[in-house]
Nanobody, 126 residues
Framework: VQLVESGGGLVQAGGSLRLSCAAS????????MGWFRQAPGKEREFVAA????????YYADSVKGRFTISRDDAENTVLLQMNSLKPEDTAVYYC????????????????????WGQGTQVTVSS
């Protein structure tokens, strides 16, 4: 199983980026998918998540209204559209996928997810 993120980069405050996560090794259509981020010197924190059906989406308060998570199960891909970026959004962003069966953990928790990508750097300049 492999998750590969792309789309990170350097952007000015107020700009937009779209992150993509390509999953391979098995289908993730029945799994939770999420995005986390980690800034230097800080712990990894939850950003956004989608249920296996895409019917429910969860967001950290800090990104609500600015970021949108979506998934294309036919392509085994999950996207994170990031608008109105702020310098405090600067971090390495990680894609995460849950197991084939729900382990019951909160979507906001890292323990929900079994698989992680290597991360993609997002830098927002002021």
């Amino acid at each position: 199983v492999q998750l590969v993120e792309s789309g990170g980069g350097l952007v000015q405050a107020g700009g937009s980026l779209r992150l993509s996560c390509a999953a391979s090794g098995r289908t993730f259509s029945s799994s939770a998918m999420g995005w986390f981020r980690q800034a230097p010197g800080k712990e990894r924190e939850f950003v956004a998540a989608s249920t296996w059906s895409g019917g429910f989406r969860y967001y950290a308060d800090s990104v609500k209204g600015r970021f949108t998570i979506s998934r294309d199960d036919a392509e085994n891909t999950v996207l994170l559209q990031m608008n109105s970026l702020k310098p405090e959004d600067t971090a390495v962003y990680y894609c995460a996928a849950g197991g084939a069966t729900d382990n019951g953990a909160s979507y906001y928790s890292k323990y929900k997810y079994n698989y992680w990508g290597q991360g993609t750097q997002v830098t927002v300049s002021s």
